[in-house]
């Protein structure tokens, strides 16, 4: 009977145990390093986006031609600030239950930290058990772009801004009803934009 060699069995055990801690390993490695998008194109540079629109009230004003934003990374860096900037520009994550903003429930607009856009409707906000904001859908598809991300151990679903390429989160396939998806969001890659209250 033939016996199979030694180093052969190891590498084998080594890799059946690699394969079994894959399902949360990636979840341990988003938290203590930047995800780099993986064969995404370029970012865009220059030119104009067609965005949708909102008034502070949330109604919507329709599809409008915005400039692109592009900047330095040390304009970037001066604009954001040190947390923003690593979420956004070095595709990094937040903490979760650490983000400004990840609890909130009042009526308003979350937007782009890097360029003002608007991003989500606190009306399709959820509490996803995660410590990160968490969405069933955008307000508009055109103000976000998808891309596919293969930095860990799963393919996962980038968000970025549709403007200023800003990295937003990961959507997954495991939220409510109506659309079933979790736009799992960092809340430093957004500011709240509180809907105006009506003077008495």
Request: glycine letters at 8%; hydrophobic letters at 35%.
């Amino acid at each position: 009977m033939r016996h199979a060699d030694p180093d052969r069995r190891r590498f084998l055990g080594v890799f059946a145990a690699t394969v079994a801690a894959s399902a949360s390993l990636p979840f341990v490695l988003r938290a203590i390093r930047p995800a780099m998008a993986a064969e995404a194109p370029p970012a865009p540079q220059g030119g104009t986006v067609t965005l949708d629109a909102f008034a502070p009230d949330k109604k919507p004003l329709g599809p409008h031609p915005e400039a692109r934003v592009v900047l330095t990374d040390d304009q970037w860096k001066a604009k954001l600030g040190t947390k923003s900037y690593y979420i956004t520009r070095q595709e990094g994550t937040e903490p979760a239950y650490t983000g400004e903003n990840w609890d909130r429930h009042d009526n308003g607009i979350y937007r782009c930290i890097g360029c003002d856009t608007a991003l989500y409707d606190s009306a399709t906000k959820f509490e996803s058990g995660t410590g990160w904001p968490s969405f069933w859908k955008p307000i508009s598809k055109r103000n976000v772009v998808e891309k596919i991300d293969r930095s860990l151990l799963e393919e996962r679903t980038e968000v970025k801004c549709a403007r200023c390429d800003a990295h937003l989160g990961h959507v997954f396939d495991d939220g409510p009803d109506p659309t079933g998806l979790r736009y799992c969001m960092n809340a430093g890659a957004m500011h709240f934009a509180p809907v105006p209250t009506t003077a008495g």
